[in-house]
């Protein structure tokens, strides 16, 4: 009965090491970020015209400022905040109200220390068009990323 085992040269070993070594310095981090910020162009476009404010529209983006988006990563959302245009709430926070909506809240109505009753501030149905573009172009969007990463693999 044959055994089985695997012959290994080094010099071919020491060579397909390196020629990987290179290969994967060839994708840094900054290269990572461009080829996804690059792919995120449609869904970015799909979030800014599913956006029923186009001041909210203004405020989407992509980051790939250490600070919010991970590490080889970006960050795609409303990303900016003008407070001109949101003096009261920022970007954000209106983007998830929107978002999600709000359910109604009560607040107490009374005189003198003394509560007499409870007022409705309302509610706010969900209007879903951040997460509906994300789903829309995420497949897209790794498909693409993928392809970009091999094809700069295959560069190196």
Known sequence: MAKNFIQINER?????????????????????????????R??????????????????IGVTAAKK?????????GVVKNKVSE?????????????E???RERFRSVGAFGVTTGRVSTGSMPAFPWLRRAYDANI???????????IKEIENA
Not at 18 to 28: F, G, M, N, P
Not at 68 to 76: E, H, K, L, N, Q
């Open 12 to 40: 071919e070993l020491n060579a397909a090491l390196a020629d990987l070594e290179r290969k994967a310095r060839r994708i840094d981090e900054k290269r990572s970020r461009q080829i996804q910020r690059r792919n995120l």
């Open 42 to 59: 449609p869904m970015r476009m799909a979030m800014v015209s599913g956006s029923k404010s186009a001041r909210i529209g203004r405020m």
């Open 68 to 76: 919010y988006a991970p590490p080889f990563g970006v960050r795609i």
């Open 86 to 98: 949101f003096p009261t709430i920022n970007a954000q926070g209106l983007a998830a109200i929107i």
């Open 100 to 102: 999600y909506g709000t």
């Open 139 to 149: 497949k897209a969007f790794a498909d693409k990323t993928e392809q970009d990463y």
